[in-house]
Structure formats: C-alpha cells, structure tokens
Nanobody, 122 residues
Framework: QVQLVESGGGLVQPGGSLRLSCAAS??????????MGWHRQAPGKQRELVAT???????NYADSVKGRFTISRDNAKNTVYLQMNSLKPEDTAVYYC??????????????WGKGTLVTVSS
C-alpha cells in the first residue's frame, strides 16, 4: 500500500552536486513516518548507511559523507531529500530510500524504495 519513489539520480562530474528526493505515498493517509533516510550500494560492495533523519530532526551521517551531504525532510509531504555536494567517484552507487515506522490507519511498517543510480565520473 505504501510506496517510496526516488528521483534525482544521474551522471555528474567530480566536484559537482545532485539532490535526491524520495516521496512516500499511499492510497490512504500516512499519519507518521518515524525515520527516513538513505543507504547506498556501490558495485562490488555491501549496502551502507548514508544518512537518516527522524521526524523530530535528529540526523545521522556516515563519516564518508559528513560535511558534503545534507539530509532534510518535509513531513507535510512525507518526503526526504539528500543534497550531495563535492561529489567524488567513490560516491558512485545505487542510492536507496528507506522509511521506518510508516504509520497508516491499518499498519506500522518499514519500506524501501527501488533505488536511483548516482554516477560520479569525468
């Protein structure tokens, strides 16, 4: 019933910027999403946490992206964003949106998006 749809991925040169978006939607009302965030999986590597943000604004970042990436949320739109600056080739990965504690009239569940590809290359 609940779907996460990512957008904003693409090809960018080293040092460039991208902004990812992820919107949660459902046929009925979403009352609350406790945590929204981003994970990524690079070729040949395991999936890793990039950044998360609670509804109340608490954030958590991977050390590799601190100072370069910024996570934000629009709770009214059930949307999370990831502003990525000073991108490096090592940031190349499929970025997955995650939402934990998605509360509808019927359930409280966790969801994952299908991913959006970010490629940092000259």
């Amino acid at each position: 019933q609940v779907q996460l749809v990512e957008s904003g991925g693409g090809l960018v040169q080293p040092g460039g910027s991208l902004r990812l978006s992820c919107a949660a939607s459902a046929s009925g009302r979403i009352f609350n999403i406790y945590t929204m965030g981003w994970h990524r999986q690079a070729p040949g590597k395991q999936r890793e946490l990039v950044a998360t943000m609670t509804r109340g604004g608490n954030t958590n970042y991977a050390d590799s992206v601190k100072g370069r990436f910024t996570i934000s949320r629009d709770n009214a739109k059930n949307t999370v964003y990831l502003q990525m600056n000073s991108l490096k080739p090592e940031d190349t990965a499929v970025y997955y949106c995650n939402a934990d504690g998605v509360a509808t009239i019927a359930t409280i569940k966790d969801y994952w998006g299908k991913g959006t590809l970010v490629t940092v290359s000259s």
